[in-house]
């Protein structure tokens, strides 16, 4: 760690860290420092018997510190291996890049498992479970899709992510009421009405909705939809 920290800084880049629960420090934009270099780690003793293994592997080290903001908040400070080579500034920058994106990567998994309890199909074929796999996934991409969207870009049309029925239906079930609201929502709006179907209302405090929220709450707006389909 001495090694990679002596290392001269190649340049700087902005990332958002998400928030920890556990420390109580919330979701901030950073800008880390960035130092790499390429290290050799050497055989274990152990394993010298094992003549096909190489004597050393070459592994590129990436050192991410995030710059000071608040004494009260303990900076971020990452060390990223990998064998890939990371030619000049740009090659850091990419592997770094990489490992920002981990959070959305690992909230991918955890609908894919959870939400589409992906685990659990019981299917004898590896086609058909190959073919299954790929259809719940762009399930959790959409999952994923309209919770981002409404991070990113809450003012954009409801009509986007959603039909005229798929907001009011749960902004009517969450809110127990027959009348919707007449003013059309932005996608934030509407995100916020399907997450109130997969828990309680979120406090201003909290920040906007998560998967889990989301994938709840798409199970409950089919099942109001189909009732409607029924009943009419």
Known sequence: MDAIRAKPRVGRVKTAVPRDSRAGAKEREAVLRIRHGRFETKRPSILNKIKRLKGAQ????????????????????????????????????EKAAWYMRRRK?????????????????????????????LMYSVIATFIMNITYMARINPRLPRSVCFEEDEWKAP??????????????????EAVAYLSWLGGPRRAPGDGPPGVKAIWIGLEKLNTLLACKEWLA
């Not at 990567?105 to 086609?127: I, N, P, T, W």
């Not at 079930?173 to 996608?187: D, G, L, N, V």
């Open 171 to 188: 902004y009517c079930a969450a809110s127990k009421t027959r009348k919707p609201p007449e003013k059309p929502c932005a996608t934030a």
């Open 58 to 93: 070459g592994a590129t080290v990436i050192y991410a510190q995030e710059e000071p903001q608040d004494e009260s908040m303990e900076p971020a400070e990452w060390f990223l291996m990998t064998n890939e080579k990371a030619d000049g500034v740009e090659g850091a920058y």
């Open 105 to 133: 990567a690992g909230q991918f998994h955890y609908a894919l498992k959870y939400g589409c309890a992906v685990e659990k199909l019981q299917e004898r074929s590896m086609d058909k479970t190959t073919v299954l796999v």
